[in-house]
């Protein structure tokens, strides 16, 4: 118990400021309320919103068709939606900063995503060597050896959850290899990722604060196990945290800066990889004819993975804190406001992409936004891409068809868009004998 006290000690303020910028919103949204302000339209978009998370394009499509700038009274936040509005702010971190935070509940941790420049450019330029492309590349066998093994494990079932089977168990598999995290060590590494996962989606009531407490707790426990690795040299020499702990024995990363990068590459690049499985199977339950595409022109499944990202975007949002007012088109939003930053909506943007409510694997939606952009965008961003082509490989060599059984349940995190389980029946593939 008095570690946890520690951990609250250690990140507590971050956290108190966090909640006191929420309430001090509320009383905003209430003056917005009474007096308006030109150029921004209000909305009752909410990611909060279950069924809104369940389904977000018919609200998307509602920002995409009215102004730039919109603004929701209960959430006390701005929202951009059109591409280049999306893109031009992920890029102008003089204007707009994530060290108050990324999320709604504006927890700020201290590591890449919550840290701007100066802070920023040094965590990063230190960890470039870990996430390099050459270092992620090397890890394509060890990926492509576990795309087969689950997808395996799917085809010798009548119908299996992709979830559980798939989706879930691979990336975080992939995560554990690339961390180095190995043996007994890795079933408690799943249960508290899990665990202090919950610190990103925190909210301001009675329940929010229940979920940050347990939060917490997984997160310091995380914390010990990771400590108890890298003391007793146990990440593994060509890991890349192995590679970075080398570098923060030199003093170029203090091994609080090494561990909340573990975090990253875990929040992001687990969820980002098992939200875009999970999705890549219902999207070819419902484009059978991109299915049989593929299997004619596999060289086209990087293009495809790239449209799937698109399609639906793993990571759906992410917030920013304006350091000046902001002008955006008519809309100026005052310095301090909360303004989030519709990946989602602007991977389907209209202006940028035609027919984008449509799959199409030939596309090849080069710039898209699933990863960021700017000095933000994504570290992990090849791992992500590695895996996905790596299942979808597999499908295209061994499943002819995938049938949903039942309605797919989604994820209520009002940051993510991925499925919690989907039902799913798959017809193998049956290959032509050889001709004697």
């Known amino acids: 118990m008095w570690r946890d006290a520690q951990t609250v000690r250690a990140y507590g303020p ?161 995560i554990t290899n690339v961390l180095g995290i ?96 999970s999705t890549l199977f219902l999207t070819l339950a419902d484009y059978p004819d991109q299915l049989e595409l593929l299997r004619q022109r596999p060289d086209l499944i990087p293009s495809a993975i790239e449209e799937q990202l698109r399609f639906v975007t793993p990571i759906q949002n992410i917030c920013r804190t304006t350091r000046v007012d902001y002008s955006v088109g008519k809309a100026v939003i005052p310095k301090g406001s909360l303004v989030l930053l519709a990946w989602g909506a602007a991977n389907r943007d209209p202006r940028q992409y035609d027919d984008p409510d449509v799959f199409r694997a030939a596309r090849n939606p080069v710039g898209h936004l699933a990863f960021g952009s700017g000095i933000h965008r994504c570290p992990g961003a090849q791992l992500a891409r590695i895996e996905g082509q790596a299942v979808l490989r597999e499908i295209v060599t061994n499943i002819d068809r995938i049938e949903v059984v039942g309605q797919p349940e989604w994820t209520t995190n009002a940051n993510l868009r991925g499925l919690t389980r989907l039902q799913v029946a798959v017809t193998p593939r049956v290959r032509e004998a050889a001709v004697r």
């Not at 202090?196 to 009531?205: F, G, K, Q, Y």
Request: include cysteine; glycine fraction near 8%.
């Open 182 to 277: 190995s043996g007994p060590d890795v079933a408690d590494f799943c249960r508290l990722s899990r665990q202090a996962i919950r610190i990103t989606d925190v909210r301001l009531s009675a329940a929010g604060l229940t979920s940050l407490v347990h939060g917490f707790t997984g997160f310091r426990r995380l914390r010990a196990l990771f400590t108890h690795r890298l003391d007793n040299g146990l990440l593994g020499e060509c890991t890349i945290l192995g590679r970075l702990a080398a570098q923060a024995d030199g003093g170029r990363l203090t091994n609080e800066e090494l561990f909340f990068f573990a975090v990253l590459l875990l929040v992001a690049g687990y969820e980002s990889s098992a939200n875009m499985i």
């Open 14 to 174: 971050d956290v108190a400021k966090s909640l006191a910028l929420r309430l001090a919103a509320k009383t905003r949204s209430r003056l917005f309320g009474k007096h308006g302000r030109k150029g921004v339209q209000l909305t009752h978009f909410d990611p909060f919103d279950a069924a809104t998370a369940a389904n977000p394009y018919p609200h998307y499509r509602e920002l995409l068709a009215g102004e730039r700038v919109h603004y929701n009274a209960k959430r006390d936040v701005y929202i951009l939606s059109r591409f280049a509005d999306v893109r031009e702010a992920a890029r102008n971190h003089e204007a707009l900063s994530s060290a108050r935070g990324v999320t709604f509940s504006r927890i700020c941790l201290p590591f890449l995503p919550t840290s701007d420049p100066p802070a920023h450019t040094r965590m990063r330029k230190q960890l470039a060597p870990g996430v390099a492309r050459g270092a992620l590349e090397a890890w394509r066998p060890m990926i492509d050896e576990l795309a087969h093994e689950f997808i395996g494990r799917l085809l010798t079932q009548a119908a299996a959850d992709v979830v559980s089977t798939v989706s879930a168990p691979m990336p975080m598999r992939t």
